[in-house]
């Protein structure tokens, strides 16, 4: 049975870590996902439980489909330049972290916890399994072998973290541990229904209707799936660009389809790029793109003055994926 995974002598080296500082600064990545506000927030709440001063530092904006999840106020601004120890969640980048960037090397001690492939940093500890399908699956794995505190909002928060990650339960990296853990955070006070509803049936009628619209100018061809969602059609919903986010898994669903790409205009000059598919690797080309992400699901960015060009670049990406 795929069970427990972090390394007992970095499981340690944490406990240390966390006993000797007083400060604790929890940095996410930017665009935070159901995964990354789930984990930084659930271990926030562990450790100032365990006696810590601990915060999470917000790198961006809450979308408005998270706003749901209990202790989203904690996620605010730095109040210190530095702290005793500064830890990164669900990501292995310093680059993804943004502004965050120098208080974590102002800080005397670093530490990540991540699940993205071929992550590189260098902190003081690195606690990094590309097989575990969510953070929050390794920071349940952290707070149940340390004995650190735990309670229905961390339960609730772990699980929304792990649903999200998955696809509810959905992907090849969902092991009998996954729903071990599910089935243990259930037992924590969990509340299931509360996080199922808020996740996936409280969709606002103004959000499908940009579903459709993207989906119905998607294009079809060798086994892959393609949109570009402009600001300005963002804004003609009413919308935010993270209810496009969905848009991609939904195509990759199709049966038709192998691998889907959507594009997204961001300000200066930024388009993102999401990738999926059901098996094929789309990490590599995402990585050699300047990003990176998992086997199955990467993004990456590409700076052009144009909606045009981007969409070209993208485009030929795509294209150069082998299905
Ligand atoms: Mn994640």
Known sequence: MNKERIDKEKLDQFKELIDESQTIAIGSHINPDGDNLGSTLALRRSLELYGKEVEVLANDTVDDYLQFLPDVDHYGEAKRDSYDLFIILDCS??????????????????????????????????????????????????????????????????????CTDTGRFLYSNVSEYTHLVAGKLITEGADVEYIFRNLYQSKPIKVMKFETDVISKAEFADKKAYAMISKEEVEKFGVQMG?????????????????????????????????????????????????????????????????????????????????
């Open 93 to 162: 980048e310093f680059d993804r972290i943004g502004k965050l960037t120098t208080i974590a090397r102002n800080s005397k001690k670093t530490a990540v916890v991540d699940h993205h492939v071929k992550g590189k940093i260098y902190t003081d500890l690195n606690i990094i399994y590309d097989t575990a399908p969510a953070t929050c699956e390794l920071v349940y794995e952290i707070i149940d072998r340390l004995d650190l505190p735990m309670d229905e909002t961390i339960a609730s928060l772990l699980f929304a973290g792990i």
């Open 243 to 323: 209810d496009a986010e969905v848009i991609v898994n939904m195509l990759r669903d199709l049966d038709e389809v192998e691998v889907s790409m959507i594009l997204k205009e961001y300000d200066n000059n930024e388009y993102k790029v999401s990738l999926r598919s059901k098996g094929v690797d789309v990490s590599d080309v995402a990585r050699a793109n300047g990003g990176g992400g998992h086997i199955q699901a990467s993004g990456f960015s590409i700076f052009e003055d144009s909606l045009e060009k981007a969409d070209q670049v993208a485009r030929e990406v795509l294209k150069g994926i082998n299905v």
